[in-house]
C-alpha cells in the first residue's frame, strides 16, 4: 500500500476516534444531567421527612396555631415542672422547592430567648445566615452545627429584636450555596406577637 493509500485509512481511523470521543461526551453530560435531577427531585420529596426529623427532634406536641406559626410542647425534663415550649415555622423557598428553613424560637426559664434556625445540609457555612425584617438588614449568626437532616444557627434575641419581629410583617434568612448568590427565604411574622404571649 502505498503512503497516498494510507492517508485516507488514517483519515478514517482519525475521524471515528473524533466521532466516538463526541458520543461519549454527549452521554456523560446526558447522564450527569438525569442525575443532578435525580437529585433535585429526591431533595424536594424529602423536605417534608426533613421538617419531621426537627419535630421529632425537639420531640413536641403542637398545642396551637398563631397565624403562622405553630405553638409546639415538649414535656419537662427530669426535675422540671413546666413544658418546653416553641414557636415553630417550616417554609421553602419560591423558587427553589428543595430548599427549605425550620425556625424554632423559645424562651427559657431564665428569661433567654433564642432563635434557632435549620438550613438544609450542603449550604454554604462560612458566611452564616442573614436576617432582614421588612427590608432592614439586622445581621448576620453563624452556623454552629450540622446533623444529618440540617445544619443550624442559633442566636440570643434582644428586647430590640423582639420588638422588630412582633411589629414586622415579614423576616427574610438569607443562606447561601456558593459565595456569588445567596437565597432570601422569607418567613411570615403574622401571628408571632401572639405565640410570644403564649410563650410567657
Not at 424536594?44 to 405553638?71: H, N, R, S, T
Not at 424554632?104 to 430567648?113: E, I, R
Not at 421588612?134 to 440570643?156: E, K, M, N, S
Amino acid at each position: 500500500m502505498t503512503s497516498s493509500e494510507r492517508r485516507p485509512v488514517r483519515r478514517a481511523i482519525t475521524a471515528r476516534r473524533i466521532l466516538f470521543g463526541v458520543l461519549c461526551t454527549a452521554l456523560s453530560m446526558a447522564l450527569t444531567g438525569l442525575v443532578k435531577t435525580d437529585f433535585l427531585i429526591s431533595d424536594a420529596a424529602a423536605q417534608d421527612a426533613k421538617d419531621a426529623a426537627l419535630q421529632q427532634q425537639f420531640g413536641g406536641e403542637v398545642k396551637g396555631q398563631y397565624g403562622d406559626w405553630q405553638y409546639v410542647c415538649k414535656p419537662p425534663p427530669p426535675g422540671a415542672k413546666n413544658e418546653i415550649c416553641a414557636l415553630v415555622q417550616s417554609v421553602t423557598a419560591e423558587d427553589r422547592k428543595n430548599v427549605g428553613l425550620t425556625i424554632y424560637f423559645q424562651k427559657f426559664s431564665n428569661g433567654t430567648k433564642v432563635l434557632r434556625v435549620f438550613a438544609p445540609v450542603g449550604v454554604l457555612l462560612p458566611p452564616g445566615i442573614g436576617l432582614k425584617v421588612d427590608g432592614d438588614d439586622i445581621g448576620h449568626a453563624p452556623f454552629l452545627r450540622c446533623h444529618t437532616f440540617a445544619c443550624y444557627a442559633q442566636v440570643t434575641v434582644d428586647d430590640k429584636l423582639i420588638d422588630r419581629l412582633k411589629s414586622g410583617k415579614t423576616a427574610i434568612f438569607i443562606i447561601f450555596q456558593t459565595e456569588e448568590a445567596g437565597i432570601g427565604i422569607p418567613i411570615s411574622l403574622a401571628g408571632f406577637g401572639d405565640g410570644l404571649n403564649a410563650l410567657n
